[in-house]
C-alpha cells in the first residue's frame, strides 16, 4: 500500500524558511513522479515541484523558482521541499503526491494518484 505522509509546515514570517518532507512507503521511487503541491483557501490545486525518477526530470512553478529546491534521500524513501524566502502567498495547504509514471513526468495534479493529507504553511507579513 502505497502512503505519503508530509511533515514539517508551520507558521513563519516572510523571508523566512521551512524544509517540508514526504515520507514515502509502498513504492520504490524508480519510474514514478513525485510531487508538491499547494492548495490556497478559494484557489485551485496547482504544482509547485515536481520530479521524474524515471527521466531525471525537475519542474518548477514560476513563483517559486530560485526560492524552493526539490531533493530526496532514497535511502529514506523521503521527498523534500526546501522553501526559502517564503512569502505571504505562499500560505497554503502542501500535499505531497505520487504517480507510477515509467519514462515519463509530469505535474498536473490531475495526473496524480497517491496522495499525502497535506501540512499547512502560513506565511505572515
Known amino acids: 500500500e502505497v502512503q505519503l505522509v508530509e511533515s514539517g509546515g508551520g507558521l513563519v514570517q516572510a523571508g523566512g524558511s521551512l524544509r517540508l518532507s514526504c515520507a514515502a512507503s509502498?513504492?520504490?521511487?524508480?519510474?514514478?513522479?513525485i510531487g508538491w503541491f499547494r492548495q490556497a483557501p478559494g484557489k485551485e490545486r496547482e504544482g509547485v515541484s515536481c520530479?521524474?525518477?524515471?527521466?531525471?526530470?525537475?519542474y518548477y512553478a514560476d513563483s517559486v523558482k530560485g526560492r524552493f529546491t526539490i531533493s530526496s534521500d532514497n535511502a529514506k524513501m523521503t521527498v523534500y521541499l526546501q522553501m526559502n524566502s517564503l512569502k505571504p502567498e505562499d500560505t497554503a495547504v502542501y500535499y505531497c503526491?505520487?504517480?507510477?509514471?515509467?519514462?515519463?513526468?509530469?505535474?498536473?495534479?490531475?495526473?496524480?494518484?497517491?496522495w499525502g493529507q497535506g501540512t499547512r504553511v502560513t506565511v505572515s507579513s
Open positions: 503526491a505520487a504517480d507510477y509514471r515509467p519514462g515519463g513526468s509530469s505535474c498536473s495534479s490531475y495526473d496524480y494518484y497517491y
Open positions: 520530479i521524474s525518477y524515471s527521466d531525471g526530470n525537475t
Open positions: 509502498g513504492f520504490i521511487f524508480d519510474d514514478y513522479v
